[in-house]
C-alpha cells in the first residue's frame, strides 16, 4: 500500500470510531515516540484478550487525571500490567505506582499518525 492509501486507511479507523487519536507529551517513551507524535490506538483491542509483553498502551494514570503511553513489560493472570517507559530516566511507571488493572488499560497503540 502506498502512503496516501495508508494514511486515508487510518483517517478512516479515526472517523468511524475503531481508534482514538492521542498526542505524545513527553519523553518516556523515547526514541520509538516523541513529544508532539500522533499515536491511533484500538479501545476495544483487549476486549476478548489479554495485553502482551511489548504491547505499546495507553492507560490511565493510577493516581492522576490523565493518560500514558507505555510498553507493558508483564502481564498477571487477571490481566494486571506492569508497564515501563522505554527511556527509564524519563519515565514514571509501574517502578512507581506498580501494577495497573486491566480495567485501566485503554486500548493497544496501533500506529502512529499520519
Known amino acids: 500500500m502506498n502512503e496516501e492509501i495508508q494514511t486515508a486507511f487510518k483517517l478512516l479507523q479515526l ?8 498526542c505524545v507529551s513527553g519523553f518516556s517513551m523515547f526514541p520509538e515516540l516523541q513529544p508532539g507524535d500522533e499515536i491511533l490506538f484500538n479501545p476495544k483491542a ?8 511489548g504491547d505499546i498502551v495507553v492507560a490511565r494514570h493510577p493516581y492522576q487525571a490523565k493518560q500514558i503511553i507505555k ?16 527511556n527509564p530516566e524519563a519515565s514514571t511507571d509501574s517502578r512507581s505506582y506498580g501494577f495497573i488493572s486491566l480495567d485501566k488499560i485503554l486500548g493497544k497503540v496501533t500506529n502512529k499518525f499520519p
Do not use: N, Q, W
Open 15 to 22: 472517523l468511524i470510531g475503531m481508534r482514538k487519536r492521542l
Open 46 to 53: 483487549y476486549r476478548h484478550k489479554l495485553p502482551k509483553v
Open 71 to 86: 510498553r507493558v513489560a508483564l502481564v498477571l493472570e487477571d490481566g494486571s500490567c506492569f508497564l515501563t517507559g522505554d
